[in-house]
């Protein structure tokens, strides 16, 4: 067993469960998909549960992937990193046909009220994102971009629910006016 195959077992199953849903993916779909033995995914894996919460982590570590140059690219301002940051998820949800949504919002509203070990997992996640938009606003606020005033922690967590929001309703318009509006009202208003 390897490393290489655990990947693939997260990959695929990451895929299926963002197109499909966690419990309208089954097990037998996951080793399809990555091309695995069911003796290989219990060799990583417990359960479903244990493959969902350490699919979380995967996931996050992609995410960091995505994001992590935009966070860090200090050659733009906080505020042009936290607006680089929207336009690359717009792409993201574009490229996507504007279906699927957020794996992580999926997940939290598919399995929140059914497992707290997801739940922790997943809002961990959550708390994540606003850490990394509170930073940012925090360094916007000291560079004189947005109000010092404004509380940055809550800021943060409105807009991460604020854009989760949209997230779902352009699920159901699949277009990109959602997001356009949540992103003209975080910037245009909001952090005005």
């Known amino acids: 067993m390897s490393e290489e195959t655990k990947t693939r077992i997260l990959e695929a199953g990451a895929e299926l469960i963002h197109q499909r849903g966690f419990?309208?993916?089954?097990?037998?779909?996951?080793?399809?998909?990555?091309?695995?033995?069911?003796?290989?995914f219990y060799f990583y894996f417990d359960?479903?549960?244990?493959?969902?919460?350490?699919?979380?982590?995967?996931?996050?570590?992609?995410?960091?992937?995505?994001?992590?140059?935009?966070?860090?690219?200090?050659n733009r301002s906080p505020l042009e990193r936290l607006r680089a940051l929207f336009d690359?998820?717009?792409?993201?949800f574009e490229s996507q046909g504007f279906t699927r949504g957020c794996p992580f919002g999926n997940l939290a509203q598919?399995?929140?009220d059914l497992s707290a070990p997801f739940r922790a997992k997943l809002r961990e996640a959550m708390d994540n994102l606003v850490f990394t938009f509170m930073?940012?606003?925090?360094?916007?606020?000291?560079?004189?971009?947005?109000?010092?005033?404004?509380?940055?922690?809550?800021?943060?967590?409105?807009?991460?629910?604020a854009w989760h929001g949209?997230?779902?309703?352009?699920?159901?318009?699949?277009?990109?006016?959602?997001?356009?509006?949540?992103?003209?009202?975080?910037?245009d208003k909001l952090l005005k």
């Open 47 to 74: 359960n479903k549960e244990a493959f969902g919460i350490e699919m979380v982590d995967f996931l996050r570590q992609r995410f960091r992937g995505m994001t992590a140059p935009i966070v860090e690219d200090h």
């Open 110 to 112: 598919e399995m929140g």
């Open 135 to 161: 930073t940012l606003l925090e360094q916007a606020q000291t560079a004189g971009e947005i109000p010092g005033d404004l509380d940055a922690q809550d800021t943060a967590t409105f807009i991460v629910e």
């Open 88 to 92: 690359a998820f717009h792409g993201y």
């Open 23 to 40: 419990n309208n993916t089954g097990l037998k779909d996951i080793l399809k998909a990555a091309d695995v033995p069911k003796g290989s």
């Open 166 to 187: 949209a997230i779902i309703r352009m699920k159901v318009t699949k277009d990109a006016e959602p997001l356009s509006i949540c992103y003209a009202f975080i910037f």
